[in-house]
């Protein structure tokens, strides 16, 4: 079983007060492990529905439609001029008139300006929008984020799930990542977006400053295996288009993991004893070094099961 959830935002507080002096970590960027170089171009994965791949950046879909683009996710600032470059090209193409924020994350919000500013739709939880409103700081390595303009931030927000256009959104309150985490399906074409809730890409991030912890990528997996069928895509925030039987192999050894550092918490252990227990030792081959991972996984039990540690 799953702790229950939380209250999140007094418990945050109260944890990053307990742990923020403590979480020296290596100054690197986290979750950047990728299992193949992202290819560079344009996916297809129905007439009317694209993943859009820039080097480096996250994954973008992009669905055409109606005289119009709608974008789950809008890559970095820095790439968004390649980012309409290429949704100027798609078949079908038009102006954006709405882009999805799976989370606050720079990688999923650098185009928030451009699409505010024209006057278009920007949905997300409203957390992600609260966070965006905020300026945050990573503990682990000293990174700042500035909030947005107001302009920017995203201007339509739900709590639970919604539709649009023939599409259904949907909040995943477990919190794997951050606790703005989203999905976005498309039914018609079967395909599910889910940000950063899955990594397709070796080792995830786990933001715990916003939210995110361990039981929460166990609890989001086991929540999207209710939304998916036998032949949904599933599009990660990077590497490649992931499908049901990975949603269920990634359940497992997170499960796995989950367990072995809720036991090494309930023994005393500290996030460097963790990382030295080797809780990932048999999936390492495949998934690359854990430790940082496995620090911040560890970290992120603080937030969410000791909160007055
Ligand atoms: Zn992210």
Same mark, same amino acid.
């Given at each position: =079983? ?18 923020? &002096? ?18 560079? !171009? ?10 859009? /791949? ?7 879909? *992009? ?18 001029? #390649? ?31 451009? +699409? ?26 000293? $990174? /700042? ?16 799930? &919604? ?6 959104? !949907? ?10 985490? =989203?999905?976005?399906?498309? /039914? ?16 995830? #991030? ?7 912890? +361990?039981? &929460? ?24 288009? @992931?499908?049901?039987?990975? @949603?269920?192999? $990634?359940?497992? =050894?997170?499960?796995? +993991? ?5 036991? @090494? ?11 030295? #227990? ?17 620090? /911040?996984?560890?970290?992120? @039990? ?6 007055? *540690?």
């Amino acid at each position: =079983m799953l702790p229950q959830h939380p209250t999140r935002r007094e418990l945050i507080r109260a944890a990053l007060g307990g742990a923020a &002096g403590l979480v020296l970590g290596a100054p690197r960027v986290f979750g950047a492990v990728q299992a193949k170089p992202d290819a560079t !171009g344009t996916e297809r994965l129905a007439d009317n529905l694209f993943v859009i /791949r820039i080097p480096g950046e996250t994954n973008v879909v *992009a669905h055409t439609g109606n005289g119009g683009v709608l974008l789950v996710d809008g890559g970095s600032a820095r790439a968004a001029d #390649a980012l309409m470059k290429a949704v100027a090209s798609l078949p079908g193409s038009g102006p954006v008139h709405t882009l999805f924020n799976t989370h606050w994350h720079p990688e999923q919000t650098g185009l928030n300006e451009q +699409i505010g500013k024209a006057g278009k739709t920007i949905i997300a939880h409203e957390n992600t929008r609260l966070w965006l409103a905020a300026d945050v700081t990573w503990p682990w390595n000293g $990174q /700042r984020f500035t909030r947005l303009p107001k302009i920017a931030q995203p201007n339509k927000t739900f709590y639970t799930t &919604g539709k649009l256009d023939g599409l259904e959104y !949907g909040y995943i309150p477990d919190a794997p990542h951050t606790d703005g985490d =989203m999905y976005v399906y498309f /039914r018609q074409q079967n395909v599910l977006a889910v940000g950063d809730a899955m990594s397709g890409a070796g080792w995830p #991030a786990v933001d715990w400053t916003t939210g995110g912890w +361990i039981g &929460g990528i166990v609890g989001g997996l086991q929540r999207l295996l209710t939304v998916v069928n036998d032949d949904t895509r599933i599009v990660p925030g990077r590497g490649p288009v @992931l499908t049901l039987a990975d @949603l269920k192999t $990634q359940y497992e =050894m997170y499960a796995a +993991i989950y367990e072995r550092l809720s036991k @090494l918490l309930n023994s005393g252990r500290g996030p460097s004893e963790a990382v030295a #227990a080797q809780p990932t030792k048999e999936f390492d081959a495949k998934m690359g070094n854990p430790d940082e991972f496995v620090r /911040r996984a560890f970290e992120s @039990l603080w937030a969410y099961v000791t909160p007055d *540690a």
